[in-house]
């Protein structure tokens, strides 16, 4: 029992801020491999690395400054419970932690392989153009929830950095395809880049971990305080 609470302890601990510190030095690193790399990496091996940097300083917009996008999410059920169901710190935390180490095994991967593929340019644009998507379709209906209590934009946590970082690097991927041909195992690959993200990062946490009686609640709901 007891080795179980200090289990518990040290994973609440770990989805508060900790891992969001950890996130943040492997940004810090794959940041510094770019640069490190800057003559010779090619564009697309840049912007994959660039992903991998990207989703840590996603998350503090997410998480920190301002805080809320769980608010945002969870508020898309319906569900009176808006500080921990479905989203809460665990889940997210998985979500991100999972995403990030992908891209940098994607990095990894590219390199011993010296090219960046078809496959993975397409399915990480495909995951840029999501992170726009999702984050617009919010944005606007939060901003039609909260409008006639002062809110003017269809600002939501995480869009500055999905609108100015991964929409930014989508293009430039999407681009980078003018001179390239896809074939089907290209097709393939692409689909098991954006299903891993989607199936692996995203809903294998929710199904696994989601409950409405958890302790990895959301202490503030960030930027939509000002609104409630």
Not at 43 to 49: D, F, G, N
Not at 60 to 89: A, K, S, T
Not at 148 to 163: R, V
Not at 167 to 183: E, P, W
Request: aromatic share 18%.
């Amino acid at each position: 029992m007891e080795a179980e609470k200090r289990t518990k302890k040290r994973l609440n601990w770990w989805c508060d801020r900790a891992w969001i510190k950890f996130s943040c030095d492997i940004s810090a690193i794959m940041t510094g491999l770019i640069l490190w790399n800057w003559e010779s990496w090619s564009t697309e091996l840049k912007v994959i690395a660039a992903i991998g940097a990207l989703i840590p300083v996603h998350v503090l917009e997410e998480w920190v400054f301002p805080g809320g996008f769980h608010y945002q999410f969870n508020n898309m059920y319906r569900i009176n419970q808006p500080d921990r169901y479905p989203m809460c710190r665990l889940t997210d935390m998985l979500t991100n932690v999972l995403a990030t180490l992908f891209y940098v095994f994607l990095t990894v991967w590219c390199v011993i392989r010296g090219e960046v593929s078809n496959g993975i340019i397409v399915g990480t644009a495909l995951f840029c153009a999501l992170e726009l998507i999702i984050h617009t379709i919010f944005g606007t209906i939060m901003y039609f929830r909260f409008r006639e209590k002062g809110k003017t934009t269809i600002y939501g946590p995480g869009s500055i950095t999905a609108y100015w970082g991964f929409t930014v690097f989508g293009v430039i991927l999407a681009y980078s395809m003018k001179t390239r041909t896809m074939v089907g195992a290209d097709w393939i690959e692409a689909a098991g880049v954006l299903g891993f993200i989607l199936l692996v990062c995203i809903l294998m946490p929710d199904f696994l971990f989601k409950k409405k009686d958890n302790q990895y609640f959301f202490k503030s709901h960030g930027y939509f305080e000002r609104f409630l």
